[in-house]
């Protein structure tokens, strides 16, 4: 007569190994699938999984945060403060041309205006063209006032440069429409800008 096996978990007694097997497998397998203290590793790996998510959370707050505090710096502070460094990640890229003229006479735009090595500000030449590039990481509104103030030259409706309505009228046209604006005029894609001061003397 074969010799009772006995079950090591709970003391029942079978038959034979088969009983036994039939046994752990419906019993004891069951209990350790209800009982996670008896398989640690599935709580193990429920750990893993939060502190993975949490740490995308974290990330895709830092991403989201950089990029807000980004674009508020670059909406707010002024032209001749920031640094695009190069043409790479543009949100913003037009190009206006503009000339000046005084008493008839036009006047330079030199080449590099807001260039200088290791800064690139928002608005600058590349030529003496008279052809302004204005780029930014952000869509923003680029006013005419900004790109005399990185130039470092005097403009509002009342001068350009030395020359001031005391002394003679000042105009500036717009695609060759007279436009009251002046240094606070928003500069648009392909804009034909002239300046335009004829002494009265």
């Not at 003391?11 to 190994?17: D, L, T």
């Not at 088969?18 to 790996?45: F, T």
């Not at 503009?98 to 807001?114: C, H, S, T, Y």
Request: glycine share 6%.
């Amino acid at each position: 007569m074969e010799k009772e096996k006995k079950c090591t978990a709970c003391g029942r007694e079978f038959v034979n190994e088969e009983a036994l097997s039939q046994h752990i497998k419906s019993k004891h397998m069951q209990d350790a699938d209800r009982n996670p203290a008896k398989k640690p590793y599935r709580a193990k790996g429920k750990i893993i999984l939060v502190i993975i998510g949490i740490a995308i959370i974290i990330s895709i707050y830092w991403a989201i945060s950089s990029y807000i505090a980004e674009s508020n710096y670059c909406k707010k502070t002024p032209a001749k403060e920031i640094n695009i460094g190069s043409h790479a990640n543009l949100a913003l890229h037009i190009h206006a041309d503009l000339k000046i003229m005084i008493d008839g006479k036009e006047l330079p735009i030199p080449a590099n205006i807001g260039i200088m090595p290791g800064v690139m500000r928002p608005i600058h030449t590349h030529d003496s063209s008279g052809e302004i590039h204005i780029e930014g990481p952000c869509e923003r509104k680029f006013r005419l006032g900004e790109f005399f103030n990185i130039w470092g030259r005097g403009f509002s409706r009342e001068c350009i440069f030395d020359y001031c309505i005391e002394n003679g009228t000042l105009k500036v046209k717009i695609n060759g429409a007279e436009d009251n604006n002046f240094e606070n005029y928003i500069i648009r894609e392909k804009d034909n800008i002239l300046i335009e001061y004829l002494s009265s003397k």
